[in-house]
């Protein structure tokens, strides 16, 4: 994903990508092709920036989830697909395919890859 940001608001943008998309591998690029050009690589819960971030052009680079990692939020609760659809059905009264909707939409999943995931959870146990 490709962000242009105002250097003021740099800051909170990279708390926000953090609390959507968990920890992801970015780059914060300023004053690209430009004589002060500076480029910082990092994870999202790692990348520090400078005060030099503060000023110029700001370009966010995030990479996608790494393999095999959850794609929820860091500090979100783990919990399996299969209990939040049985809670979401009890705590709304909506139904699975509803449940697992959301479930999907909240998690940053298609809705077939939440229902591969569902079918895995429910042959393990």
Do not use: N, W
């Amino acid at each position: 994903m490709v962000f242009y940001e105002a250097p003021h608001r740099i800051t909170q943008t990279l708390a926000d990508a953090r609390e959507v998309f968990g920890d992801r591998e970015c780059v914060v690029a300023r004053e690209l092709t430009k004589l002060h050009e500076e480029i910082l690589r990092g994870s999202l819960l790692q990348l520090e920036l400078p005060e030099s971030a503060a000023r110029g052009e700001i370009v966010l680079l995030i990479g996608p989830p790494v393999e095999g990692q959850s794609r929820q939020p860091a500090g979100a609760p783990i919990s399996s697909i299969s209990e939040e659809i049985a809670r979401l059905i009890h705590a709304e009264g909506i139904d699975q395919k509803s449940a697992l909707k959301r479930i999907a939409r909240e998690r940053g999943l298609s809705k077939s890859e939440a229902y591969r995931l569902m079918l895995a959870e429910r042959e393990r146990s």
